[in-house]
C-alpha cells in the first residue's frame, strides 16, 4: 500500500516531467496560433470581470484600513503610498491568481479529465499526434501570458479603488494621491509583482492540465479532479510566492 508521502513525491516527479516535455513543445514545430488565442480568449480575457471586481474592493478596503490605522500617528495622508505598495508588490498578482487560478485550473481540470475517462487523449497518441502539444502547451502558454496583463489590470484598478477610499476618508486630492503613487513605486516594484504572475500562471496551467490528464473513475473522477486542481494550485500559489519574494528581494532588493 503506498503512503501519501509516496504519492506526493509521485504527483511532484510527474509534474516535472510534464513540465519539460511542455517546455519541449513550446519551441517545436509545427506553431498553430489558433489554439492559443482561443485559449487567451477563454481563459484570460474571460476572467477580467473576477479581477476587476477583486481589485477595486480590495484596494478600497486595504485603502480604508491603512487610513484608519494611520489617522492616530498623524500619517494618512501617506497612504496612498502604501495602498500603491501592497497592490502592485503582493494584492494584485497573489489575489488575481487565486482566484482566477481557481477559475483556470478547475477548467483544465475537467476538460482534460472528461477526455481523459472517454478515452480521447488515448485516441489522439494512437493518431499519431501529442496531446502534450495539442493540449497542454497552449493552455499553460496562454496562462503564462494572460495573467501578468491581468495581474496590470487589477493594479490599475486596485489603485484607483483604493484612491476612491482615501480621497473620501482623508481628504486628500486626486492629483496628490497620484504623486505618491509616481514618487512611490519604481521599475523594480513592477518587476516583483508581475515577475511573480508568470511563474503563478505557469503553475496554475500545469498543474490543472496534470490533474486533468490523469482523471480516472468516470464522472465522479472528474468532480474530485477539478475540486483537487483548484486546491492545489492555490497552496502552489501561496507557497511559491513566499520564495519568490525571497528570491526577488535578495536579487532586486
Same mark, same amino acid.
Do not use: F, N
Given at each position: 500500500m503506498r503512503s501519501p508521502i509516496t504519492d506526493s513525491l509521485g504527483h511532484v516527479g510527474g509534474v516535472a516531467l510534464l513540465t519539460w516535455r511542455t517546455l519541449l513543445a513550446f519551441f517545436r514545430p509545427p506553431w498553430e496560433f489558433r489554439p492559443l488565442i482561443y485559449q487567451l480568449d477563454h481563459q484570460a480575457l474571460g476572467s477580467w470581470s473576477i479581477t476587476m471586481l477583486t481589485a477595486i474592493f480590495s484596494g478600497m478596503v486595504i485603502a480604508l484600513q491603512f487610513a484608519t490605522g494611520l489617522e492616530p500617528y498623524g500619517g494618512s495622508m501617506y497612504t496612498g503610498k502604501l495602498v500603491a505598495l501592497a497592490t502592485i508588490r503582493e494584492l494584485g498578482p497573489v489575489l488575481t491568481a487565486l482566484l482566477v487560478g481557481g477559475r483556470v485550473a478547475a477548467g483544465f481540470a475537467s476538460e482534460l479529465g472528461s477526455m481523459a475517462v472517454t478515452e480521447q487523449i488515448d485516441a489522439i497518441r494512437a493518431l499519431g499526434a501529442d496531446p502534450i502539444k495539442k493540449l497542454v502547451a497552449p493552455r499553460v502558454l496562454a496562462c503564462i501570458i494572460g495573467l501578468p496583463l491581468l495581474t496590470m489590470?487589477?493594479?490599475?484598478?486596485?489603485?484607483? !479603488? &483604493?484612491?476612491?477610499?482615501?480621497v473620501a476618508e482623508v481628504g486628500i486630492t486626486p492629483r496628490f494621491f497620484y504623486q505618491q503613487v509616481l514618487d512611490t513605486i519604481l521599475p523594480v516594484d513592477l518587476w516583483h509583482g508581475l515577475g511573480k504572475s508568470v511563474f503563478f500562471g505557469f503553475f496554475m496551467g500545469i498543474? &490543472?492540465?496534470?490533474?486533468?490528464?490523469?482523471?480516472? !473513475? !468516470?464522472?465522479? !473522477?472528474? &468532480?474530485?479532479?477539478?475540486?483537487?486542481?483548484?486546491?492545489?494550485?492555490?497552496v502552489t500559489i501561496l507557497v511559491s510566492d513566499y520564495l519568490l519574494t525571497q528570491l526577488f528581494l535578495k536579487l532586486y532588493g
Open positions: 489590470l487589477a493594479d490599475i484598478i486596485g489603485c484607483l !479603488g &483604493g484612491m476612491v477610499v482615501t498543474i &490543472g492540465c496534470y490533474v486533468g490528464m490523469h482523471t480516472t !473513475g !468516470g464522472t465522479e !473522477g472528474v &468532480g474530485q479532479s477539478t475540486t483537487r486542481a483548484v486546491v492545489t494550485s492555490a
